[in-house]
């Protein structure tokens, strides 16, 4: 089994005051704090690493938080709650529509930013970390990793966002076009072999025998499903 790890959040916002203040009360809280003062700084550090959950400002200079919520959820289904002195309808509703799991107007106390971040964390706990087999296979997509009766092993970024779309749409076959335009999304020139070769490649990972894969499926013609546990799945073989 994986060691517990604390969930990790990543704090953007270009007040430096505001960012000490709520990075020592999270930190209080048993999060595993990170922070950025700018959207280009924020991205930086995923290029390190996937947070838990990200809490972003939206009146930003630069990257704002519209474009840098946009960017994030491009390369990654990551909850997002939003920050903003702006407590206008129309801001909430296409922050809410497009990207964000909760939005909070500023000023703000400390202590309901951390009660929104325990509900959401509580409620998009799936998305980032899966166990398949009774305990056999762990995926955990925000730690970029996957655990095995073998021992764990990295996860690519490209890996990880095949994966995400997989686990949003359990049990059920996700066309290959469809994962193309998720996973390489900004890509010039993607086709089905960028799929076929990343498949593979997990395969080697998650599956005991890569040739006769009991979670990752091809439904052949279609497109890839990965089987839950519920499904005690067998099928044929790779791509």
């Known amino acids: 089994m994986l060691p517990a790890l604390r969930p990790a959040i990543l704090l953007v916002d270009d007040d430096p005051t505001l960012l000490a203040v709520l990075a020592r009360r999270m930190a209080r809280e048993g999060y595993d704090v990170r922070t950025a003062s700018s959207g280009a700084?924020?991205?930086?550090?995923?290029?390190?690493?996937?947070?838990?959950?990200?809490?972003?400002?939206?009146?930003?200079?630069?990257?704002?938080?519209?474009?840098?919520?946009?960017?994030?959820?491009?390369?990654?289904?990551?909850?997002?709650?939003?920050?903003?002195?702006?407590?206008?309808?129309?801001?909430?509703?296409?922050?809410?529509?497009?990207?964000?799991?909760?939005?909070?107007?500023?000023?703000?106390?400390?202590?309901?930013?951390?009660?929104?971040?325990?509900?959401?964390?509580?409620?998009?706990?799936?998305?980032?970390?899966?166990?398949?087999?009774?305990?056999?296979?762990?995926?955990?997509?925000?730690?970029?990793r996957v655990t095995t009766g073998s021992g764990t092993q990295p996860l690519t970024p490209t890996e990880v966002r095949l994966l995400q779309v997989l686990i949003a749409s359990p049990?059920?076959?996700?066309?290959?076009?469809?994962?193309?335009?998720?996973?390489?999304?900004?890509?010039?020139?993607?086709?089905?072999?960028?799929?076929?070769?990343?498949?593979?490649?997990?395969?080697?990972k998650l599956e005991e025998d890569p040739d006769h894969p009991r979670y990752l499926i091809t439904d052949r013609g279609i497109g890839y499903r990965l089987v839950s546990e519920r499904q005690g799945a067998t099928t044929t073989a790779a791509v």
């Open 41 to 144: 700084a924020a991205l930086n550090q995923l290029d390190r690493g996937w947070p838990s959950l990200l809490i972003i400002d939206l009146m930003m200079p630069g990257i704002d938080g519209f474009e840098l919520s946009a960017r994030v959820k491009r390369i990654a289904d990551l909850p997002i709650i939003v920050l903003s002195a702006v407590d206008a309808s129309e801001a909430k509703v296409r922050a809410l529509e497009d990207y964000a799991e909760d939005y909070i107007t500023k000023p703000f106390n400390p202590d309901e930013l951390v009660a929104r971040v325990q509900r959401v964390l509580r409620r998009t706990a799936g998305r980032s970390h899966l166990t398949l087999g009774g305990g056999e296979l762990e995926i955990d997509l925000a730690s970029r």
């Open 171 to 204: 049990d059920r076959t996700v066309p290959t076009d469809t994962i193309l335009e998720r996973v390489w999304a900004e890509s010039d020139g993607a086709d089905p072999s960028y799929v076929w070769v990343t498949v593979r490649r997990l395969r080697r």
